[in-house]
């Protein structure tokens, strides 16, 4: 999960967690204050039960003793007369059942020794036959002996008991201190009566209350019947009473032989702290649940924001294509590609020249016209890329190779005849190199560079599509190894010049010689120029190089005038790079002004692949060399890019005829024709003419008889190093060649 997600949801854990901990801490407080509230209000219902039951004790005796005074000589209606008088002060039902008795109930001897004399004490209730109703006694021992008693009404007695005196939860346990049980509001009288009929009327307060006996003892120190013999009132908790956990009160009345427990039950207590927490808890569900909303919701406008910004971050704003970079990414990381791939790279050639000429708005319909035209042909499983600048990418499985190149092809040839982009109407020259690998044993990254490497090369070589093969690979291995020597070759001097002559065709005579670099690197060996040189160019290091070689130029030069005593030209080639670098006029002047060499005996050569957009910046420093009084020689004329008029335009002194375009003229008609007509030129332009690359006899005639000014060649002579170069001059060593018939049609 990405990490801003991952941090909205632990934030959202960390909120729920938080929330969740408010409503237990409150949770405890209302605990708190709940068990409290519930301890007094225990207390308090206990102490009214307590106090209500004695309070009829004590009313009770009160007639037992009015009866007592003459109990013998009384009769059950006389006896009857007195109680209904006096109850109503008691609050018993008159009419429920309350019934004086003497002698049905049995007492054993023990139990009546124990009770006091005068004295109101109460026995176990109990189902009363006569009257069909369950009752209690409530008896009282004649001065006599006797006994008597009064059976109240169990429902009566529960309803007196509970009066004022009872809270919802809490229930009342009155129970003889033989533990005989009086009342219990625990149970309904269906249960008491189940009770009785098994005989464990006594039974489980006893044993319920024998279970309480040791905690009694550790929590007060007393037994439970030490505490029952003493006037005792004690609270403690989670007892269990009628098999439920019961906050219990229990109180002992001795002169009566009664204890009273109350009790309420903590499933009670529970349910009422439920009800209280309830409302909280809701809160705390529906905040959450309200918070989870918002969250999802925040988490997937988070998302969709981010796979936005994901997809504009590796996808190309103007096409809609996936970045180089991105695919990357996604074809090494996120969905590794393998098997047999087609990797093509289309490259508008010259592109920054239409956004300069046409505007950067032309420039984005060109990009978009390509990329329009490459996804008809792309469709899945095929993908599209753009690189940076003019440059695309299609990755296609093999099996649809077939129909990628002739695509490819058709393109390169289609946008060769005019196009229409907005406003105007544009010719392209689009280059393309193509991979075909596995991409399970070579890693997308490296599939690329090699598809980078065919279309340099398909620039490199002026084709159109160039495919990518080992032989390539090998050739920029050497290429790197070649970029990696050459600061040390420069360094350590490894570099020397050859020089070739340049003959006058009519005369024989010497006109010039041409400086040309040779490279035996320590490593490598024996480096033809053109492939450093490149390097050079590519790297930078051309001027370092440069520096260099016009250095050793400019002294070799000086050492051969000297050997020789003539006067002839020295050619020096310079690239296009060093003319555009911005100490190039510094260098010259501290290499070749303090040399002491007269600047008209200097040639500077430069190739003809100057550029149209630098054409004013090159002017102006051929100018500043011309004010110097160097020659410009333009090289390699006829295989570039310059037109006629450039000719005009520029401040030069010499074109040199390409060796391709000297090859066939003694063989071919339009050869001839063209070479003448670069002389005619030369001519109407006062220009000199140099025909180089001249093997045979009868290519230097036809320049001869043409007027070319001055002729260089193998015929003549190969380059050669300064020493031989001095024997040459000096010996004068010019062959004298033979005229031969021109074989043309
Ligand atoms: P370039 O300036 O056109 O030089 C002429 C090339 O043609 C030289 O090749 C020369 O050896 C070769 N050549 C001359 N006559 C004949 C011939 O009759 N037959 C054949 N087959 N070749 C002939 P080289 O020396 O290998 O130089 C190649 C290119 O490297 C040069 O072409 C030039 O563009 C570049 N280069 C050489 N030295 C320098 C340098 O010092 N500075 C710069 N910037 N470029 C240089
Ligand atoms: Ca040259
Ligand atoms: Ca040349």
């Known amino acids: 999960m990405h990490r801003l997600r991952k941090n909205v949801w632990l934030l959202f854990i960390a909120t729920v967690f938080v929330s969740i901990l408010l409503t237990f801490v409150m949770s405890v407080y209302?605990?708190?204050?709940?068990?409290?509230?519930?301890?007094?209000?225990l207390n308090h219902a206990h102490a009214l039960t307590k106090s209500y039951l004695l309070e009829k004790i004590v009313k009770m005796s009160e007639i037992f003793q009015l009866l007592d005074k003459s109990y013998n000589n009384r009769n059950q209606d006389q006896i009857n007369l007195i109680f209904s008088t006096f109850i109503d002060t008691i609050d018993f039902d008159r009419n429920a059942g309350t019934n004086f008795f003497q002698g049905h109930l049995t007492f054993d001897r023990e139990f009546l020794d124990k009770q006091k004399p005068e004295q109101v004490f109460l026995k176990n209730s109990f189902y009363y036959t006569t009257q069909k109703q369950w009752v209690t006694p409530i008896c009282y021992r004649f001065s006599e002996g006797d006994v008597g008693c009064f059976a109240i009404?169990?429902?009566?007695?529960?309803?007196?008991?509970?009066?004022?005196?009872?809270?919802?939860?809490?229930?009342?346990?009155?129970s003889t201190s033989d533990y005989w049980l009086i009342h219990n509001s625990f149970f309904d009288k269906d249960q008491f009566a189940s009770l009785y009929s098994a005989n464990m009327m006594k039974g489980p307060i006893a044993k319920t209350l024998a279970s309480?006996?040791?905690?009694?003892?550790?929590?007060?120190?007393?037994?439970?019947?030490?505490?029952?013999?003493?006037?005792?009132?004690?609270?403690?908790?989670?007892?269990?009473?009628?098999?439920?956990?019961?906050?219990?009160?229990?109180?002992?009345?001795p002169t009566y032989n009664l204890f009273i427990a109350s009790g309420y039950t903590y499933s009670e207590i529970w349910r009422q702290f439920l009800s209280y927490i309830y409302g909280i808890v809701l809160l705390t569900i529906g905040f959450n649940t309200v918070l989870f909303f918002l969250f999802k919701r925040y988490d997937k406008l988070n998302e969709k924001h981010r796979l936005d910004l994901e997809y504009k971050n590796k996808h190309d704003s103007l096409t809609g294509l996936l970045t180089r970079r991105a695919s990357e990414q996604v074809f090494?990381?996120?969905?590794?590609?393998?098997?047999?791939?087609?990797?093509?790279?289309?490259?508008?050639?010259?592109?920054?020249?239409?956004?300069?000429?046409?505007?950067?708005?032309?420039?984005?319909?060109?990009?978009?016209?390509?990329?329009?035209?490459?996804?008809?042909?792309?469709?899945?499983?095929?993908?599209?890329?753009?690189?940076?600048?003019?440059?695309?990418?299609?990755?296609?499985?093999d099996s649809e190779s077939d129909k990628i190149e002739p695509a490819i092809e058709q393109l390169l040839e289609e946008v060769k005849k005019p196009i229409a982009i907005g406003d105007v109407k544009l010719r392209l020259n689009i280059k393309a190199g193509i991979f075909k690998g596995n991409l399970s044993s070579i890693s997308y990254r490296e599939a690329l560079k090699c598809v980078d490497l065919a279309l340099?090369?398909?620039?490199?070589?002026?084709?159109?599509?160039?495919?990518?093969?080992?032989e390539t690979h090998e050739q920029v291995i050497q290429r790197s190894r070649i970029r990696e020597l050459l600061d040390d070759g420069i360094a350590k001097h490894e570099f020397?010049?050859?020089?070739?002559?340049?003959?006058?065709?009519?005369?024989?005579?010497?006109?010039?010689?041409?400086?040309?670099?040779r490279w035996n690197s320590t490593e490598l060996g024996f480096i033809p120029p053109l492939q450093f040189i490149d390097i050079a160019e590519e790297s930078g290091l051309i001027l370092d190089l440069g520096r260099e070689l016009t250095t050793i130029a400019i002294n070799d030069f000086k050492d051969i005038l000297a050997k020789t005593n003539k006067e002839f030209t020295l050619s020096i080639n310079f690239s296009i790079y060093q003319f555009l670098s911005d100490t190039f006029l510094n260098d010259i002047d501290e290499i070749i002004g303090n040399s002491g060499i007269p600047p008209k005996l200097l040639t500077l050569e430069i190739t003809e692949s100057i550029f149209v957009e630098e054409l004013a910046y090159i002017k102006n420093i051929l100018l500043q060399l011309h004010e110097r009084g160097f020659h410009i020689s333009l090289d390699d004329f006829g295989t570039g890019y310059s037109s006629l008029s450039m000719l005009s335009k520029l401040p030069i002194d010499e074109i040199k005829i390409d060796k391709s375009f000297i090859d066939n003229i003694q063989h071919s008609r339009p050869d001839y024709l063209l070479v003448r007509n670069i002389l005619a030129i030369g001519k109407t332009l006062d220009l000199k003419v140099v025909a180089e690359g001249i093997e045979h006899t009868d290519q230097a005639d036809i320049l001869q008889r043409h007027h070319c000014h001055s002729i260089q060649g193998y015929l003549y002579s190969k380059p050669l190093p300064k020493e031989e170069i001095i024997a040459f001059i000096n010996k004068n060593k010019i062959q004298e060649y033979k005229k031969y018939k021109i074989k043309y049609k």
Request: a negative charge.
């Open 332 to 397: 090494m990381e996120e969905h590794p590609i393998s098997g047999t791939y087609v990797l093509a790279e289309i490259s508008i050639n010259k592109f920054h020249l239409i956004n300069e000429r046409f505007g950067h708005h032309t420039g984005d319909l060109l990009l978009q016209y390509i990329s329009n035209y490459l996804k008809n042909y792309c469709t899945n499983p095929c993908y599209l890329i753009r690189d940076i600048g003019p440059d695309f990418f299609i990755i296609s499985p």
């Open 456 to 470: 340099w090369k398909a620039k490199k070589e002026q084709i159109n599509l160039y495919t990518y093969t080992e």
């Open 212 to 253: 309480h006996s040791k905690s009694l003892k550790e929590e007060i120190g007393l037994s439970l019947d030490e505490f029952l013999a003493g006037e005792n009132s004690h609270s403690y908790q989670q007892r269990v009473l009628n098999g439920e956990h019961t906050l219990i009160m229990l109180s002992s009345v």
């Open 153 to 174: 009404d169990l429902e009566d007695l529960t309803t007196l008991l509970t009066r004022g005196a009872r809270t919802t939860g809490i229930n009342h346990v009155i």
């Open 30 to 41: 209302t605990w708190d204050k709940h068990f409290s509230s519930i301890k007094s209000d």
């Open 496 to 517: 020397h010049l050859v020089y070739q002559p340049q003959i006058e065709p009519n005369t024989g005579v010497l006109t010039g010689i041409e400086a040309l670099a």
